[in-house]
C-alpha cells in the first residue's frame, strides 16, 4: 500500500491545504476518491483513516484534505489551533479548495499506471456532502458522488435563522465545540458569502442537475442531519440510490479519537458500499 501523509499543495495567495493519498500496488487504473470532511471536522477525524486504507486495499484510490480554512494547521492538522482562519471559512472557499484538490490530484496522479485520473468520484460528509454535491453539478471531471450524511438545505444551517442583526451588529458569533471544549467563531462574512452565492449554494438545484450516478448514504438515528434530508436529495434525483444504515448515528457510531484498528459494523456497511458502487 503506497500511503502519503500531510503532502502540502502551496496555493500562492491562498491558504496551503494538506492532502493524504492511499493505493494499492496490486490494481491498474484504478478509480480515485476525494473525499471531503464536514463542518468542525477534519481528514485524520476518528475512522477516516481506516475507511480510507480499506476503500484502498479494494482497488481504488483514496485522497482526502482538509479544507484551507477549517480551523488545522500545516503543523497540527488535528483538531483547531487556527481559529481565526475557522471564523473565515465559507461555502464559497470550500468549493475553491475542492477544485485546487482535483487539478492537484489529476497532475500527481497523470501517468501512473496504477491510477485512473479520467475517473474521478467525489465522497463528502456531513456539509461536505453538500459541498460534493455542487461540485459534481458543476464539474465535468467527476464521474460518480457520494455522500455520507448530507445536509440538504445550506439555507437552514447558515444564519439564515438566528439573529442575523445581533451578528452583523457584532461581526462575530460563537459555537462551542463540545470535544474540545473551544469556542469557535463565525464571522458575519460567512452569511454575506452565502447571500452573494445563494443560487450557486442552492443543493436542490444541484441535485436535480446531476447526470452522474449519486449514492446517498443515511443512518437512521443520525441527529445532527435527519433522515429526510436523505430522502430529499433522493426525491430531487430519483436516479440516485439511497442506502440506509440501520442504527447508525451521523458519524457511523464512530468516535474521536478512535484507537481500534477496526470500525464499527455501521461505518463497515458504509465501506462496502462504497466499493460496491465505485466498481
Known amino acids: ?64 484534505f482538509n479544507f484551507s480554512h477549517n480551523g488545522g494547521t500545516m503543523e497540527n492538522p488535528i483538531d483547531f489551533p487556527d481559529l481565526e482562519a475557522f471564523g473565515n471559512n465559507n461555502y464559497s472557499k470550500e468549493l475553491d479548495d475542492l477544485n485546487d484538490v482535483i487539478d492537484w490530484v489529476i497532475t500527481r496522479f497523470e501517468g501512473n499506471p496504477f491510477v485512473d485520473v479520467s475517473n474521478l468520484i467525489l465522497l463528502g460528509h456531513s456539509r461536505g456532502g453538500g459541498i ?5 453539478s458543476e464539474e465535468k471531471r467527476v464521474k460518480k458522488l457520494i455522500t455520507l450524511a448530507s445536509v440538504c438545505d445550506f439555507a437552514k444551517r447558515t444564519a439564515t435563522i438566528g439573529d442575523l442583526e445581533q451578528w452583523k451588529k457584532d461581526g462575530v458569533k460563537y459555537v462551542i465545540n463540545g470535544r474540545t471544549k473551544q469556542q469557535m467563531p463565525h464571522y458575519y462574512q460567512f452569511y454575506e458569502d452565502f447571500i452573494a452565492n445563494k443560487s450557486r449554494l442552492h443543493i436542490e438545484s444541484a441535485e436535480k442537475r446531476l447526470q452522474i450516478p449519486h449514492l446517498i448514504i443515511h443512518g437512521d438515528e443520525d441527529t445532527s442531519v435527519h433522515i ?5 436529495l433522493h426525491q430531487w434525483n430519483p436516479k440516485g440510490q439511497l442506502q440506509i444504515i440501520e442504527g447508525a448515528d451521523h458519524v457511523f457510531n464512530i468516535r474521536h479519537p478512535w484507537t481500534g484498528e477496526v470500525v464499527t459494523k455501521e461505518l463497515s456497511k458504509v465501506i462496502s458500499q462504497i466499493i460496491n458502487f465505485v466498481h
Open 228 to 232: 429526510d434530508e436523505a430522502h430529499a
Open 132 to 136: 460534493t454535491i455542487i461540485k459534481a
Open 1 to 64: 500500500m503506497q500511503i502519503e501523509k500531510n503532502k502540502i499543495l502551496n496555493r500562492g495567495h491562498k491558504k496551503p491545504i494538506l492532502i493524504d493519498t492511499f493505493y494499492s500496488e496490486n490494481f491498474s487504473n484504478q478509480p480515485i476518491i476525494i473525499f471531503c470532511h464536514g463542518y468542525k471536522g477534519f481528514k485524520d477525524w476518528g475512522a477516516w483513516n481506516l475507511m480510507a486504507k480499506s476503500v484502498a486495499a479494494a482497488g481504488i484510490c483514496f485522497v482526502k
